[in-house]
């Protein structure tokens, strides 16, 4: 399977891409379903059947919202997040919905939008089944898809069998593990981000690639400044406020003078960073996925701490950080998972720290050996790591946990840069081993809101 950087980084919205991202991608393509299929002129009623972690986790992580909103025929790159709040509202008053934006047909949001807490469908974790009806309640279309993490969404055919259709695109330096990615470095003299440029180039040329990533990372940008200056408390009932702005108020009427030392001053820095990408992610703002919501604060948080703090920080650096990082993210993507629903919360967090170590042992001059170790240490310390939110919401413990793994990645590329490489555990086998932990792992501590904090919280 070929994965493009702009596969793994895409530009959407908070809270989560495999609960928000994923299931509006799905629900646009139901609606442009029934066009195609000239149905339009029937139709007289929706019904949306949210299974397995989306029915469990799916109010709190506004999946009805995204489901919604892409029945209206938006996409999580384009939607303007401002409207979204009033435009639901809209559609639970007037009991309608306007399917891509010009079909109405009656909605009674609270009885055709069912969240089953307890039912999941059998391919994964994250279901979801739309269907279309007659005046008469005769079923004129009916599709299952799958969220399964990243805003990735793979969808069941007439026989109820899913059908992966993989980009099989040939890729002049095709690798599915460590070993092999650190064996062609070897064998062509280049560095990881140089392979996976080529790698990228076989479906965009050079400057649309350079182009696309600095789109991405002003982004991330425009998060982080947002994430400073918004006040108030976090949507969805946990009364959580927003810390970003006040933090950043108080570094900045802080001279590096009257801090304990540069290194601590940078540690507030990357907390302020990841604080700031998630909170605008739990108020339903514009993220990257990278390569979930859930986790998108630590690789800017990373990538910040780069163009603040580094030696000589330029956009060379920002290139080979997201080729780097996104040569570890196919690793995880393939041989394990990036979803939180599927193997907890070391699949989003652990995936994200991992890739966010390398990209950052790559700017720092690491060799693709040492990069490949920063990516283990940092996975290898997210191991069993659970997916348990409060309520259901992208909130505690997810927002600290971003700052937590950001740092931890930080940590992870200077403990590799100061070892020549050779290390005892292999990338390889700390993917195998997550990938394993995960299939283990009790139900309730993937992304259902059914054990550790998410209940405990409530005895305390």
């Not at 629900?27 to 059947?49: S, V, W, Y």
Request: net charge negative; charged share 20%; with cysteine.
């Amino acid at each position: 399977m070929a994965i493009s950087l702009f596969d793994l980084f895409k530009i959407g919205v908070g809270p989560s891409s495999s609960h928000t991202v994923g299931p509006m991608i799905a629900a646009n393509q139901f609606a442009h379903q029934i066009e195609t299929l000239g149905l339009m002129p029937q139709l007289e009623r929706l019904k949306i059947d949210l299974y397995g972690s989306l029915g469990a986790t799916g109010k709190g992580h506004g999946t009805g919202t995204a489901v919604l909103m892409g029945l209206e025929g938006e996409m999580p790159e384009s939607i303007d997040t401002l409207m979204v709040n009033e435009r639901v509202a809209a559609i639970e008053k007037n009991a309608q919905i306007q399917l891509l934006g010009h079909k109405k047909i009656p909605m009674q949001v609270e009885n055709d939008l069912i969240y089953h807490r307890i039912d999941r469908l059998d391919f994964h974790a994250n279901g979801m089944t739309l269907i279309a009806y007659d005046k008469h309640l005769q079923v004129l279309h009916k599709a299952t898809f799958y969220s399964v993490g990243g805003g990735f969404i793979v969808e069941e055919d007439d026989q109820g069998k899913v059908c992966l259709v993989e980009d099989t695109t040939q890729l002049p330096h095709e690798f599915h593990d460590a070993k092999t990615l650190l064996k062609l470095c070897q064998q062509e003299g280049k560095s990881i981000a140089e392979l996976m440029m080529e790698n990228e180039k076989v479906w965009r040329s050079e400057d649309s690639i350079q182009e696309g990533i600095l789109r991405i990372w002003s982004v991330m940008q425009a998060c982080v400044s947002l994430g400073t200056e918004r006040e108030g408390i976090l949507p969805g009932g946990l009364k959580v406020k927003r810390r970003a702005p006040s933090l950043y108020r108080d570094l900045n009427s802080k001279s590096k003078m009257e801090l304990i030392t540069p290194s601590l001053e940078a540690m507030d820095w990357v907390n302020l960073y990841a604080l700031a990408v998630n909170e605008e992610n739990a108020a339903g703002g514009r993220v990257v996925t990278a390569p979930t919501n859930g986790a998108a604060g630590i690789i800017p948080a990373v990538l910040h701490y780069y163009w603040q703090f580094g030696s000589n920080p330029n956009h060379q650096g920002i290139f080979d950080f997201f080729l780097t990082a996104t040569a570890i993210g196919v690793l995880f993507k393939e041989n394990a998972s990036i979803s939180g629903a599927e193997v907890g919360c070391q699949g989003e967090v652990g995936s994200a720290c991992a890739m966010a170590a390398a990209g950052l042992a790559a700017v720092m001059g690491g060799t693709p050996e040492q990069i490949e170790n920063a990516a283990e240490i940092a996975m290898e310390h997210n191991l069993g790591l659970t997916c348990d939110p409060i309520g259901g919401l992208v909130q505690v413990p997810c927002i600290e946990r971003n700052a937590m793994a950001a740092m931890k990645a930080i940590n992870s590329a200077s403990m590799a840069l100061r070892g020549n490489g050779n290390h005892y555990v292999s990338l390889d086998k700390v993917i195998a081993t997550m990938r394993a932990t995960g299939m283990d792992m009790n139900e309730k501590y993937k992304e259902t809101s059914r054990g550790g904090l998410a209940v405990n919280i409530i005895e305390c």
